[in-house]
């Protein structure tokens, strides 16, 4: 996968262009405002009854988040309910967008650490039975010898000062769990190369604002934020996540206050 060109997930919404280096001190967010993911004055019976049922182009067409992004986040969602139908959906859309398929191969394969294998094996077979790959797809990340080094770098981009803390937090809980979460969580998953960091990141708010993993969003939205998504694009991923305004606005401000 890591030589499919990525289609770039445009930069009008600010995402970090490839030689936007990460982690980088200078570029640790502010605080968001309180109430900072876009309204818009488009209407629609569904806008509020999560990602279940309300029409994707619509929901495409809300401004602050790219909807090629929004789409991934749309797909990561849809895993875990098991909704084989908004996944199909979403994958279509993503064809129709000329998305190239690694995009949603790198989605279901982040979303094994959010949503568990069962889920994920099962949202491989639709995206087979939806857009068959000409070859079974393999590779994509990075060289072995680099991804314990590249994780514990990203997990520094995300956490910040909270690294220590949260590794010892780790570490308490098992040992396993640590080197789980170093050598595969971030090494060999979240570093792959086919997504930008901050577009994973955004992914991660919004399938944990699903899922109602709260430290875990506020850890990760704020991880956004760092790697140079902006207050926007993170409100309308948790949006995209939640299907309710009033719960976006919410979390915002859990994030807001962190």
Not at 126 to 139: E, F, H, K, N, S
Not at 170 to 185: I, P, S, W, Y
Request: hydrophobic residues 40%; proline residues 7%.
């Amino acid at each position: 996968m890591a030589g499919h060109k990525c289609c770039e997930l445009r930069t009008r919404g600010h995402l970090p262009s490839r030689g936007t280096p990460v982690g980088d001190p200078s570029r640790r967010a502010a605080r968001p405002p309180a109430a900072v993911f876009c309204r818009t004055d488009v209407s629609d019976a569904h806008a509020d009854q999560g990602p279940v049922g309300r029409d994707l182009d619509l929901l495409l067409r809300r401004p602050g988040l790219e909807p090629e992004v929004r789409l991934l986040v749309v797909a990561k969602v849809a895993v875990w309910p098991g909704d084989e139908a908004r996944l199909t959906e979403a994958c279509t859309h993503g064809r129709r967008l000329g998305m190239p398929r690694s995009q949603i191969e790198e989605v279901l394969l982040q979303a094994v650490l959010f949503c568990g294998f069962p889920r994920v094996v099962n949202a491989f077979q639709t995206l087979r039975a939806v857009w068959p790959a000409p070859t079974p797809p393999a590779g994509g990340g990075l060289p072995e010898a680099e991804q314990r080094a590249a994780g514990e770098a990203l997990f520094h981009s995300i956490y910040g000062a909270n690294t220590d803390a949260v590794l010892g937090m780790l570490r308490d809980c098992h040992h396993e769990l640590h080197e789980f979460v170093l050598d595969t969580a971030y090494g060999r998953i979240l570093t792959r190369p086919g997504l930008r960091p901050a577009v994973r990141e955004l992914l991660a708010a919004g399938i944990l604002a699903h899922t109602g993993q709260i430290p875990q969003l506020v850890a990760h939205g704020r991880g956004a934020l760092a790697l140079g998504a902006t207050a926007a694009q993170l409100g309308e991923a948790i949006y995209t996540g939640t299907g309710d305004a009033a719960s976006a606005d919410g979390l915002m401000r859990r994030i807001a206050r962190s």
